[in-house]
């Protein structure tokens, strides 16, 4: 497809799937853009982007790359050394610095309820497959979606492993060298607001704080996650 606009490649984060982009993607769609959800695998901070960066690598032309939650930090890892994507979109995402783990962010600052909704599933391996238990999904994670489709959204969650949330990030952060925007979700239960204030600080973020936005931001405010993503593309693509 050649629109003669960037491909904007969606990534998933922990404890959810491509299809919480539907809504963000029917927008950019009916934008004109070519959009791509990629599959997150979940096992491994390293081993997921990876499995990203191939996808990138087979894409023509400029990218606009957006991550939320765990995804931020897959697509910190991922688009590094790619000259095709001129821009970074963390939605309620970590955005980790070399030798820096989801998990070791998140207790950063005090407000996380991550630690006590998880529902580890040990594997036959030895590793575990951590879920947010559905007893608690709504009010710790998805709060301002409705209660009818958090319930949803909790029944169709992907695991991530212990190991994927606790393995640092290594090598160069492409957030380093490509220009960054960054959603703050102002009530967020599971990555605190002052944790991704800190982030987006450090990364010289372009920063919108979207008011009383649960963790899943993309999902409850749509409208928001579109227009800083095509702010991203009209700044970072576009001749000025």
Do not use: C
Request: a negative charge.
């Amino acid at each position: 497809m050649v629109s003669g606009k960037p491909t904007i490649v969606l990534v998933h984060g922990a404890f959810a799937d491509s299809s919480g982009f539907n809504a963000v993607a029917k927008r950019l769609v009916a934008d004109g853009y070519p959009v791509v959800a990629a599959p997150n695998p979940l096992r491994g901070l390293t081993f997921d982007a990876i499995h990203v960066k191939a996808l990138l690598d087979s894409i023509e032309g400029p990218i606009v790359l957006v991550g939320h939650s765990y995804g931020g930090a897959v697509i910190s890892t991922a688009a590094e050394g790619n000259a095709n994507v001129k821009a970074l979109v963390y939605l309620a995402a970590f955005v980790p610095e070399t030798g820096e783990s989801a998990q070791a962010l998140v207790e950063r600052f005090p407000g996380s309820t991550v630690g006590e909704s998880l529902k580890p599933v040990p594997l036959p391996d030895g590793q575990v497959d951590l879920y947010i238990d559905p007893k608690v999904f709504h009010p710790h994670f998805a709060a301002d979606v409705s209660a009818e489709e958090a319930a949803l959204y909790s029944i169709t969650q992907r695991p991530a492993t212990g190991a994927a949330l606790g393995e640092p990030a290594t090598g160069p952060q492409a957030w380093h060298t490509i220009p960054n925007y960054n959603l703050i979700s102002g009530a967020d239960r599971i990555i605190p607001p002052a944790t991704q204030e800190f982030m987006a600080q450090r990364s010289g973020a372009k920063t919108q704080v979207v008011e009383g936005a649960s963790h899943m931001v993309f999902v409850s405010r749509p409208g928001a996650t579109v227009a800083l993503i095509e702010r991203a593309v009209e700044e970072q693509t576009l001749p000025q």
